[in-house]
C-alpha cells in the first residue's frame, strides 16, 4: 500500500511560479510510474503530467505543456511539478497519484491518490 502526501499549494498571482511536491511512503515508489492530476472547482479531474519510473519519460496536457515541468528524486521517494507562468484558469486541487507499473498511458487508472492541495492563482 503507498500513501501520498502532496504540499506546496497555495496562493500565486498570475504569472508566478509555485512548485509542488508528492511524497510517497509504504510501497517500491520507484517501481511506478507517477502522475498529476487537478480538478477545478465545479470541473471533473483532468490529467495534468505523468512520468516514468525513473523519470526518463514523461507527458503532459497541452494546456500545461511549455509551462509545467514533473520530476522525480526515487532516492527520496518524491515527485514534483514545477509549474511557472500560472494562469487563473490553473486553479484547482492538485493530486498526484501513482501507478503499479513502470510506465503510465493517459486512460489508465491510477491505483493510489493523495488527499490532493490546493492551488489558487488570481488574476
Known amino acids: 500500500q503507498v500513501q501520498l502526501v502532496e504540499s506546496g499549494g497555495g496562493l500565486v498571482q498570475a504569472g508566478g511560479s509555485l512548485r509542488l511536491s508528492c511524497a510517497g511512503s509504504?510501497?517500491?515508489?520507484?517501481?511506478?510510474?507517477m502522475g498529476w492530476f487537478r480538478q477545478a472547482p465545479g470541473k471533473e479531474r483532468e490529467f495534468v503530467a505523468a512520468?516514468?519510473?525513473?523519470?526518463?519519460?514523461?507527458d503532459y496536457a497541452d494546456s500545461v505543456k511549455d509551462r509545467f515541468t514533473i520530476s522525480r528524486v526515487n532516492a527520496k521517494n518524491t515527485m514534483y511539478l514545477q509549474m511557472n507562468s500560472l494562469k487563473p484558469e490553473d486553479t484547482a486541487v492538485y493530486y498526484c497519484a501513482a501507478y503499479h507499473a513502470p510506465y503510465y498511458s493517459l486512460g489508465q487508472d491510477m491505483d493510489y491518490w493523495g488527499k490532493g492541495t490546493l492551488v489558487t492563482v488570481s488574476a
Open positions: 512520468i516514468n519510473w525513473v523519470g526518463g519519460m514523461t
Open positions: 509504504g510501497g517500491a515508489f520507484g517501481r511506478y510510474a
